[in-house]
């Protein structure tokens, strides 16, 4: 049902129990959880067996513990399936301390068939070889032993490193009590039997050897297949001779005179190329040839080198005479390198001596070896080198004629180069070939470069042209000027590689794009000449610091400085000529075009959206007897004054204009009827009440008015100009005949005027 859990497992609390499930049943993790004695503990492996009566079983746990052979422990922990169902200790506890279960004897056939696995038994064994190990995990040193127990092979290991007991242990007779399992390979299929032994205290020797092996007398190498036995009869044997190749755990090679032989063993302590050295092991048949096996290695550190012969390819391929064969000798022979190549297990050279291939070889030193992994000797390919080393047949037979074979060397001092690559080789030549297909393949590159760098220099050169005479239009097509430096900014900005780029106008605005930041920035500027010398402004260019200085960064500035500068020129030129065509030079007001233009525009407006505008005609009076007595220059300041007393009169969007002479005109919008024009007109008039100061001269002054209504006076601006000059003209006409003002003033009249 949903929400119920089911409950766990309960633990078995027996070894008993726990050896009788199947790998099937161990493969679910079945907690457990008992008692035993330890009778076996390697702590740096984390091995642990245990035992209970006739049951035992292996427990894998990394527990801190110190334990020793006798103690009682809790294990705690979950079964696993392997070669038989093991368990995977999660805690283990101490208990204390007992005696160990009695060591059982046991036959070779109950052990090969695993009727004794992980149980302490005691056995009589021979030993035939006593060697001092590296772990394959821990590198810790062990006491390595092979013995023959009931006509077998069976191996030890002995936690033990004391190199002191070794020579008392060959060809012993011993009793070895330990515990049993199997040697497995990587399919976990059984291969051997495996002593796990405590302490040498565990190793009691029965029967010593009547001799001391390292006593027998020395045997020729050729004499060795006298001590040959097929049913492990064989006789310890001891030779004598030089090292010349020595491979920790696996082989060396003693050569005596024109004598050479392969000697296995396991010894991993460190041996010297060179020296004299006794070995003693079993003769035995490998590959067709004799060599000693199981074998014990003494160093007498006493130098007897050996001189390697050179050697041509025929002189050691050559069989069916066994004076002949060179086969572990050590030899010299010189070649031609053809490759080499680094692999898993070793180095390889493969040479080429009159037209036949053979391999110089350096195996790595094992996993179990303390020997640092050299980088490969780099050997140019094509050169003429000499090799040292162990002449080693390639799986041939000697003796039904030539034989393909391998150098072993010792190290890379082994390799000696007597001559360089030839320089015409076909090596070479390949490298020609493609070094000239290079060149072509570099030369069109270049000129791809090149021809790319012209099209993108002519299209930015076009581009340039482009926007140059852009603005240019834009310059004489009176653009506004802020708009014509925003785009010279832009192309001054396209010629340094997209650097930002900004304008500051003289006594105006800053245009263009400024950095955000200047800190990393190199700033570079030019000023803007005038042409009346002035500077018109300034613009910068902000380059990264890291880029050095280049003359395309004043080129860039001159081009923008000589546009920026035609550009302010221009448009103050223009500037000047629009105010003079629309203003009077000498009132600073709108002359008659711009209030013509003015009155077009208010007439469209109001016709549009149904307005009203009054204009305003304004002419002033007994302006013809002031130039007449006084001068044109006091005339002409006189109409300054005038001008400047009616624009004081007017709101902001009235319009003061000078039509030309004494006459003026005011446009008046915004407004609701004729009172509303009237009253402006009457402060204009006003405006003249109080007299003009002129050159320490008090001028009293008048002018007459006239009023036109847009729409109801006329529909045109001539039209509006007409009426509103006829109105004037009506009421300067009225105050003549009123007496107000006479016609025509005499001198006496306008000097008490002045």
């Not at 493969?27 to 009778?39: G, L």
């Not at 037209?355 to 094992?366: D, N, T």
């Not at 002409?636 to 001008?643: C, K, S």
Request: glycine share 6%.
């Amino acid at each position: 049902m949903p929400g119920v859990c089911a409950a766990s497992p309960a633990p078995l609390t027996t070894l008993r129990a726990i050896a009788a499930l199947t790998n099937a049943q161990a493969s679910r993790h079945v907690p457990v959880s008992f008692e035993a004695t330890v009778t076996y503990f390697r702590g740096y492996d984390a091995d642990l067996f245990v035992q209970e009566a006739d049951t035992a079983i292996y427990v894998h746990t990394a527990t801190g513990l110190k334990l020793v052979p006798g103690d009682q422990v809790l294990v705690r922990g979950t079964t696993h399936e392997s070669f038989r169902p093991f368990v995977d200790g999660k805690e283990v506890f101490r208990l204390g301390h007992g005696p160990l279960p009695r060591p059982e004897r046991a036959s070779i056939a109950q052990m090969v068939r695993a009727e004794t696995d992980c149980r302490l038994v005691t056995v009589r064994a021979f030993i035939r070889s006593a060697d001092i190990v590296p772990d394959s995990r821990s590198f810790v040193p062990a006491i390595y032993l092979r013995m023959i127990v009931d006509g077998q092979q069976v191996d030890a290991n002995v936690d033990s490193s004391d190199e002191n007991t070794l020579k008392d242990l060959l060809d012993a007779e011993v009793q070895i009590t330990g515990v049993v399992s199997g040697h497995f390979d990587n399919k976990m299929q059984q291969t051997g039997i495996l002593f796990h032994v405590q302490s040498l205290a565990d190793v009691k020797i029965l029967e010593r050897p009547g001799f001391d092996p390292w006593s027998l007398p020395v045997t020729p190498m050729d004499r060795m297949f006298t001590g040959y036995r097929v049913r492990d009869l064989t006789q310890r044997m001891r030779l004598e001779g030089t090292i010349t190749y020595y491979q920790p755990g696996a082989a060396l090679v003693l050569q005596e005179g024109s004598k050479s032989l392969w000697i296995q063993t396991d010894d991993y302590r460190p041996l010297r190329i060179g020296d004299r050295a006794t070995a003693i092991g079993f003769p035995d048949i490998e590959n067709g040839f004799l060599t000693l096996t199981r074998s014990e290695v003494r160093d007498s550190s006493l130098p007897a080198p050996i001189a390697p012969s050179l050697f041509a390819w025929r002189d050691l391929a050559s069989g069916g005479n066994l004076s002949a064969s060179h086969i572990f000798d050590l030899v010299s022979i010189e070649g031609q390198v053809v490759t080499e190549v680094r692999q898993a297990t070793q180095d390889e050279y493969v040479l080429e001596a009159g037209g036949h291939l053979f391999s110089a070889i350096l195996r790595h030193p094992g996993s179990l070896s303390r020997i640092p992994l050299l980088p490969m000797k780099q050997v140019p390919l094509g050169s003429r080198i000499r090799v040292t080393g162990i002449c080693m047949l390639a799986d041939a037979n000697p003796f039904n004629g030539d034989v393909p074979f391998n150098i072993l060397i010792r190290n890379f001092d082994d390799i000696a180069v007597v001559a360089r690559p030839p320089w015409l080789n076909v090596r070479h030549l390949m490298l020609l070939v493609g070094l000239l297909l290079s060149v072509v393949i570099a030369i069109g590159i270049r000129s791809w470069f090149l021809e790319r760098r012209v099209r993108h220099r002519t299209a930015a050169l076009a581009y340039l042209e482009r926007r140059r005479s852009r603005i240019l239009e834009a310059i004489n097509g009176s653009r506004p000027l802020s708009e014509i430096i925003e785009q010279i900014t832009e192309v001054v900005s396209f010629r340094l590689h997209g650097a930002a780029c900004w304008c500051e106008i003289a006594d105006g605005a800053r245009l263009g794009k400024p950095p955000l930041r200047i800190t990393s920035q190199r700033i570079i500027q030019h000023e803007i000449p005038g042409r009346s010398g002035a500077s018109l402004g300034t613009i910068y260019a902000a380059i990264h610091r890291l880029n050095r200085p280049r003359p395309e960064e004043s080129e860039a500035l001159s081009l923008g400085t000589n546009l920026a500068s035609l550009a302010i020129e221009t448009s103050r030129l223009y500037s000047d000529l629009v105010h003079r065509s629309e203003f009077d030079l000498l009132t600073d007001v709108p002359n008659r075009f711009s209030l013509e233009r003015n009155l077009e525009a208010l007439i469209h407006d109001c016709g549009q959206f149904a307005g009203i505008f009054g204009l305003i005609f304004i002419d002033l009076d007994r302006f013809k007897q002031v130039n007449d007595q006084f001068g044109h220059q006091v005339g002409d300041l006189y109409l300054q004054q005038a001008a400047l007393h009616m624009k004081r009169q007017l709101r902001p969007a009235d319009t003061l204009a000078r039509l030309g002479g004494d006459e003026f005109a005011v446009v008046v919008p915004a407004v609701r009827n004729r009172d509303d024009v009237e009253e402006i007109a009457l402060r204009l008039e006003r405006s003249f009440d109080e007299p003009f100061s002129i050159e320490g001269r008090e001028l009293h002054g008048s002018a007459s008015v006239g009023i036109a209504l847009y729409p109801d006076d006329a529909g045109t601006a001539d039209e509006l100009l007409s009426r509103a000059d006829a109105a004037m003209y009506a009421v300067k006409q009225s105050r003549h005949r009123g007496g107000q003002m006479p016609a025509e003033d005499s001198a006496q009249d306008l000097a008490h005027c002045a």
